[in-house]
């Protein structure tokens, strides 16, 4: 089985402030770990993947995230938060298999005030 | 990166009715495409993966005869909701998978809200 836990519903931050998001996950093996976003009423848009390599994976807008295998983490972070990164974010996991099922966390809105 | 697109982005019908919603891959084939449910400020849930040639595999406790799965094409999935009831009102997403894409990755379209009156 596998799972993600995203342990803020909420995350608000000033403009120009770094910003993170929690992710933890359990999976079966070596995870693959992804971060989406959502606006409203829109599809998820992909922000970054881990699947292997450098812990520290760089994404789109700026947004990158750490794998942390010890803690089971992946958190998302982005240095200097804009107003427009107000959105919905989730993480997913995906273990590594073939049955490509993933896995996502409950989501955190985040709000990035002027 | 990868395409999909999904057709209506909204649309509102009577109790009863059925409703049928595409999912595309535009540039490139999907063998596999995935449908997911979103309630409201909710999370995705995975209701189905949809195979091309083959039959679709439901997640415990979606009901196969009432959302219908087709993926006649190696571009096209479809997900029909059968008699439809207000109950069933959502955000249904599908999303599609890369053949030969790393890490089982997953692109997704832009979600079709059904309001059921």
């Known amino acids: 089985a596998q799972s993600v836990a995203q342990p803020e519903d909420q995350v608000n931050v000033a403009e120009g402030n770094p910003l993170t998001v929690k992710c933890t996950y359990s999976?079966?093996?070596?995870?693959?770990l992804f971060w989406y976003v959502q606006y409203p009423n829109r599809g998820l848009q992909f922000l970054l993947k881990?699947?292997?390599?450098?812990?520290l994976v760089k994404g789109s807008y700026g947004f990158e995230a750490e794998f942390n295998k010890s803690q089971t983490s992946f958190h998302l972070k982005k240095p200097s938060a804009l107003v427009s990164d107000s959105a919905l974010y989730f993480c997913?996991?995906?273990?590594?298999?073939?049955?490509?099922?993933?896995?996502f966390g409950a989501g955190t809105t985040v709000t990035v005030r002027a | 990166g990868a395409v999909v697109s999904q057709h209506p982005s909204r649309v509102i019908c009577k109790s009863g009715t059925s409703v049928k919603i595409e999912c595309r891959s535009l540039d490139f084939q999907a063998t596999t495409m995935f449908w997911y449910r979103q309630f409201p400020k909710q999370s995705l849930m995975l209701m189905a993966t949809?195979?091309?040639?083959?039959?679709?595999?439901?997640e415990q406790g979606v009901e196969k005869d009432k959302f219908l799965i087709n993926h006649a094409s190696l571009t096209l999935s479809t997900l029909t909701v059968t008699s439809a009831h207000p109950e069933d009102s959502s955000f249904y997403i599908c999303s599609a998978r890369v053949p030969g894409g790393s890490g089982n990755e997953q692109f997704f379209g832009p979600g079709t809200r059904l309001t059921v009156l």
């Open positions: 999976v079966s093996g070596n995870p693959y």
């Open positions: 949809s195979n091309e040639g083959s039959k679709a595999t439901y």
């Open positions: 881990y699947i292997t390599g450098d812990n």
């Open positions: 997913a996991v995906s273990a590594s298999s073939n049955d490509y099922k993933l896995s």
